[in-house]
């Protein structure tokens, strides 16, 4: 009996780390920020610790979420000053 109910736990838990995992960022942001702040009214964390907890759950590592590592987005066009000079040639 005691197995089933550590096996349930277990499967509980990486369902609720997929579901959390493949959340939509803006989605995955808010409950963030209610856990921590739910977790700061409940008096388990302060202020400090609630922010920081709120940052870290909004985050996911690795690829497929395109909201942590901003690797996945389009380049944007080179400023004037970066662009290197074509010198301009003249005929006479």
């Known amino acids: ?6 096996v349930g736990l277990i499967v509980a838990l990486a369902a609720v780390y ?3 995992r493949w959340m939509p960022a803006g989605w995955r942001r808010s409950a963030a920020a ?5 977790s700061q009214r409940a008096g388990l964390v302060d202020a400090q610790r609630a922010r ?5 759950l909004a985050k996911t ?3 497929g979420s395109c909201d942590s590592c901003g690797s996945c987005a389009t ?9 290197q000079a074509t010198p301009a ?4």
């Open 61 to 63: 590592s690795g690829c």
């Open 1 to 6: 009996m005691t197995q089933q109910i550590i």
């Open 18 to 20: 997929a579901v959390w």
């Open 34 to 38: 209610r856990l921590a702040s739910g």
């Open 75 to 83: 380049p944007t066009a080179p400023s004037a000053d970066k662009r």
């Open 89 to 92: 040639t003249h005929k006479p």
């Open 52 to 56: 920081k907890l709120a940052d870290s």
